[in-house]
């Protein structure tokens, strides 16, 4: 006998609200505590390092901020799958 019962909420198909969305964010070399005291130790690694970043300097922790605020809109609402490089551009060189 079929049943003309709804199924009940956690057997029904997810819908778009609440599904979940996979998207890591891969953050490049941020300033921190850690790489501030760099450029007065050793100015040479310093300037190697930021000639490895196409856009010349050292993220800030409010880049991958950012990039986690637009991952979390309305905006990225079909972003999913694919990783968000907030690395000034060093893995696409």
Do not use: W
Not at 2 to 18: D, G, M, V
Request: charged share 25%.
């Amino acid at each position: 006998m079929l049943s003309s019962r709804r199924p009940r909420k956690e057997q029904r198909a997810p819908t778009r609200r609440n599904r979940a969305s996979s998207s890591p964010i891969c953050p490049g070399i941020i300033l921190s505590d850690n790489v501030s005291p760099v450029p007065e130790k050793n100015p040479h690694a310093f300037q190697v390092l930021l000639d490895g970043i196409p856009i010349g300097h050292l993220g800030e922790p409010n880049d991958s901020t950012q990039a986690a605020l637009y991952l979390a809109s309305e905006d990225a609402r079909h972003v999913t799958g694919t990783e968000i490089a907030v690395d000034g551009g060093y893995t696409a060189r």
